[in-house]
Every structure is written in structure tokens, then in C-alpha cells.
């Protein structure tokens, strides 16, 4: 009999290549990071996500079911079936083994799974160390690792700096600031299933007493405080509407940054245009895959 332990839980997305990749695209704006195979020549998609527990694996298939109506405006979504699994472990983890690798994804954040060694070959890099497909995104994806490399440039600015993850999702841009020695770190999100997953897995790596995750609205956020950072990857929409909250929880500092993400590339001229009437000045924005993340000053 297999042991409970031996098992992951699994919720898969299958489809053609085309749908397949906007979902690839679309998954990690509501923080869920699949593992995606693609075989064009027999037109057939699959993204898989696995996690410790069946109630894990019910509620982030209850959630993709969701999103899928929410985006049957403009993916084909009578062409995805969901399916419920259970695999072995061993089969699992062997199969990452295969395509997740060391990376260094800014100046001084490296990103490595458990299974490899990686040497420091500068003093001041940062690693974290992340498996893909469970829970927690590997900074893969485009705007997670633009939202990385701006943390990366605001952090060195100056030492200290405080930093707020606006919609933090599985934390690990919050996770980023901290080790970049960012403080104090805050995190919030709107939903409370990722704000406990989040809290289990930073106190998993002794971060919980460091980090402060908590369940907040970015429409009615009013933490009486500002920030020196603050890094929102959130759909765009959520952006324009709420840009006056961001706004009043930026210091005016010469050094504060705001870091937008979660856009498509379409929708940034707008989200430039929008704040910058508001008062803010982009200093740079950067363009990966489909995605487009800009970092904004007063």
C-alpha cells in the first residue's frame, strides 16, 4: 500500500498549444505556477500543479475553475479540461530534476532548487532556494522576474530600506526584499489561502518572524504608514483602481520606488499614462515574454 507521505496531489489543465499558452501566461497572475509541457506537432497542452494535501489540491482547483469562467471572454475555455490526480513522489520530484535549474535571475538573486549545490561567486548574491510545482512560484515567470530585478536595484539604493508586497501571492518577492536586507518587510494579500500558505512556507525557512504576511483589500488599504518600496504584481485593472491607495503608502523619498507588474504589454501605456498624472516619473520599465513591468518615482 502506498503511503500518504509518497503521494502529491494533482490538479492538471490540458488542452491545444494555443490556449495552453495564454493559460501559461494567465496562471501566475492569480499566483499559481505550473509545471507546462507543450507538444506542438500533436497540438496538446498540459499544466500541472502539485501539492502536499488533497484539500490544497481541491481549493486551487476550485479557484482555477473560477478564473476560467472569469477568462471565457477571450480564451477559449470549452477547450481546457481539468482533471484531478494523485502521483507518487519519487515520479514527481525526478521529473523536475530534468528542466529546473539554477539561475541567477538579477545582479544579486539567485534562484535553486534543493537538489543542486551553487557556490556564492560574489559576496554580496542572495540565493533563495525554491522547488518548483508545489506551491510557491519559482520566479520564471515574466513579471515575477522583472519585479525581482527592480527589488534588486531599489534594495541597494540604501540600507534598511522598508518594503510592502501589494497582493503577494506565494510571497516570494517579499521573501526577495528580505534577504536583500530590506526592513521592515510587509506583505498582504486578498486572498486568505494564499496568506496561509505563504505563512506556512516562510515559517518553514525561519522568515515568518522577519516577514509580516496579513489578509488585506488593496481598494481599501489604509495601513497608516508608508514605504520605501512597494512592489505591486497585480492585473492591471486592479492597478488603475486602486492607484491612489498605492499613491498614499509610497514615501516621497528621493530614494522610494514604485514597482508595477502583472501587465500585459498591450495595457502598459495606459498604466504609464495613469500615474504619471497622478504625479509619479518612470525610470525604466523592462518587457519579458507577453508581460511589461515598469519602476516609478515621485
Given at each position: 500500500m502506498t503511503k500518504p507521505q509518497e503521494i502529491l496531489y494533482v490538479v492538471s489543465l490540458l488542452t491545444n498549444s494555443a490556449v495552453g499558452e495564454m493559460l501559461d501566461e494567465m496562471l501566475p497572475i492569480e499566483e499559481l505556477y505550473p509545471t507546462s509541457?507543450?507538444?506542438?506537432d500533436d497540438d496538446i497542452a498540459r499544466m500541472s500543479l502539485y501539492y502536499e494535501t488533497e484539500e490544497e489540491r481541491d481549493e486551487v482547483q476550485g479557484r482555477i475553475e473560477a478564473a476560467l469562467e472569469n477568462w471565457s471572454s477571450f480564451?477559449?475555455?470549452?477547450?481546457?479540461?481539468?482533471?484531478?490526480?494523485?502521483?507518487?513522489?519519487?515520479?514527481?520530484?525526478?521529473?523536475?530534476?530534468?528542466?529546473?535549474?539554477?539561475?541567477?535571475?538579477?545582479?544579486?538573486?539567485?534562484?535553486?532548487?534543493?537538489?543542486?549545490?551553487?557556490?556564492?561567486?560574489?559576496?554580496?548574491?542572495?540565493?533563495?532556494?525554491?522547488?518548483p510545482g508545489m506551491s510557491f512560484g519559482t520566479g520564471n515567470?515574466?513579471?515575477?522576474?522583472?519585479?525581482?530585478?527592480?527589488?534588486?536595484?531599489?534594495?541597494?539604493?540604501?540600507?534598511?530600506?522598508?518594503?510592502?508586497?501589494?497582493?503577494?501571492?506565494?510571497?516570494?518577492?517579499?521573501?526577495?526584499?528580505?534577504?536583500?536586507?530590506?526592513s521592515p518587510v510587509?506583505?498582504?494579500?486578498?486572498?486568505?489561502?494564499?496568506?496561509?500558505?505563504?505563512k506556512r512556507h516562510f515559517d518553514d525557512i525561519d522568515a515568518l518572524d522577519r516577514i509580516d504576511v496579513f489578509q488585506a483589500d488593496l481598494t481599501t488599504l489604509d495601513l497608516g504608514k508608508q514605504y520605501d518600496i512597494i512592489a505591486a504584481n497585480i492585473l492591471a485593472p486592479v492597478l488603475l483602481g486602486a492607484s491612489d491607495?498605492?499613491?498614499?503608502?509610497?514615501?516621497?523619498?528621493?530614494?522610494?520606488?514604485?514597482?508595477?507588474?502583472?501587465?500585459?504589454?498591450?495595457?502598459?501605456?495606459?498604466?504609464?499614462?495613469h500615474?504619471?498624472?497622478?504625479?509619479?516619473?518612470e525610470l525604466r520599465s523592462a518587457q519579458i515574454d507577453e508581460w511589461t513591468s515598469g519602476v516609478f518615482k515621485f
Open positions: 509541457y507543450f507538444d506542438k480564451i477559449d475555455t470549452d477547450e481546457v479540461d481539468v482533471i484531478a490526480q494523485e502521483v507518487l513522489r519519487e515520479d514527481w520530484s525526478e521529473t523536475w530534476k530534468k528542466f529546473f535549474h539554477t539561475v541567477k535571475v538579477s545582479d544579486r538573486i539567485v534562484i535553486k532548487p534543493s537538489w543542486e549545490d551553487y557556490e556564492i561567486q560574489e559576496a554580496d548574491e542572495v540565493v533563495l532556494e525554491i522547488d515567470h515574466g513579471t515575477t522576474k522583472a519585479c525581482l530585478q527592480f527589488i534588486d536595484e531599489a534594495s541597494a539604493l540604501e540600507s534598511g530600506m522598508s518594503f510592502l508586497d501589494a497582493g503577494c501571492g506565494s510571497g516570494i518577492l517579499s521573501l526577495a526584499a528580505d534577504r536583500l536586507g530590506c510587509e506583505a498582504f494579500d486578498y486572498d486568505p489561502e494564499a496568506v496561509d500558505c505563504t491607495k498605492l499613491m498614499n503608502h509610497l514615501k516621497k523619498g528621493e530614494n522610494s520606488r514604485l514597482i508595477l507588474a502583472g501587465i500585459l504589454t498591450e495595457q502598459y501605456p495606459e498604466i504609464k499614462t500615474f504619471e498624472l497622478l504625479g509619479l516619473k
